[in-house]
């Protein structure tokens, strides 16, 4: 029946799935933009209020707006604009998640493909993904007695564990039958390895990849702000000490936005390895 309508109108049956195609797009447009205007008016609402404490979207606006005309502005040392306070983050974020990435998928695959590896490993992952990222930073910088490698320290530590922990799970997760077939073809560890096994895994690794992603860049906020120097964490922490509000609510949207950029950024690239995954 749907093929003869198809066949009968296929002019009228093409402009309805367009219509339909655009509908879709634009609530996916229309629905975020209709929720901040919400969530704006509301803000600007509760700053009205005698208590609030706490500048409105208006009076935020007003407050920074030479923050957010001049992000590029470079004074020398710590004074410079949100797009290098930003970019000094995300290069600390850069290198300790790198650095995680690789040694946590490497890890993940030796525990999970060796049980005896897993069994005297996951207690201790088990015990050390549960202490919180700022506990770190006094034995980072007691190790590295610098404060720019303490923080990029203090993010692979944080990363590395769901990177490590998902790998795990997915190397175990690997079907029966592929092992079999493996096994009547004869595959060489190599092959194996590159045709199998982390072709079946990367999913997993992908999950831990964007978790790690959002824990680094919550990470090295928090860091930042104990450590000092040019970040937007200590940004946040020096507008604070000088109570300067507007200035901490516009660094928390940036905050905000890279790291949904950041967690976007991980999604495309698994879209673009595993096309048939939902990410």
Do not use: C
């Amino acid at each position: 029946m749907v093929a003869r309508i198809r066949q009968s109108s296929p002019s009228a049956y093409g402009m309805s799935h367009l219509v339909t195609l655009f509908q879709g797009r634009f609530r996916k447009i229309l629905a975020p933009l209709a929720a901040i205007a919400i969530f704006t008016i509301l803000w600007e609402l509760f700053s009205l209020t005698p208590d609030a404490g706490l500048p409105g979207p208006i009076t935020t606006l007003q407050e920074t707006w030479y923050l957010i005309a001049n992000p590029f502005f470079d004074n020398g040392s710590m004074d410079k604009g949100l797009f290098w306070q930003v970019l000094a983050s995300l290069q600390r974020v850069a290198i300790g998640y790198a650095a995680a990435a690789i040694i946590g998928i490497a890890l993940g695959m030796l525990v999970g493909a060796n049980r005896f590896m897993y069994d005297a490993l996951d207690p201790l992952f088990q015990v050390l993904r549960t202490i919180p990222p700022l506990a770190w930073l006094p034995i980072s910088l007691a190790i590295f007695r610098d404060s720019n490698p303490s923080a990029i320290f203090v993010i692979f530590i944080t990363a590395i564990w769901p990177i490590i922990i998902n790998t795990t799970v997915g190397v175990q997760q690997v079907p029966q039958d592929y092992k079999n077939v493996a096994r009547v073809l004869r595959l060489s560890r190599k092959d194996y390895f590159f045709e199998v096994l982390f072709p079946a895994t990367v999913p997993y690794i992908f999950t831990g990849l964007r978790i790690g992603i959002g824990l680094s860049w919550l990470a090295i906020i928090a860091a930042e702000m104990l450590i000092g120097g040019v970040g937007i964490g200590f940004f946040i922490w020096d507008a604070w000490n000088s109570s300067r509000m507007s200035e901490i609510v516009l660094s928390l949207i940036y905050v905000g936005v890279v790291g949904l950029l950041l967690d976007r950024m991980i999604a495309f690239i698994e879209h673009r390895i595993v096309p048939n995954e939902r990410t």
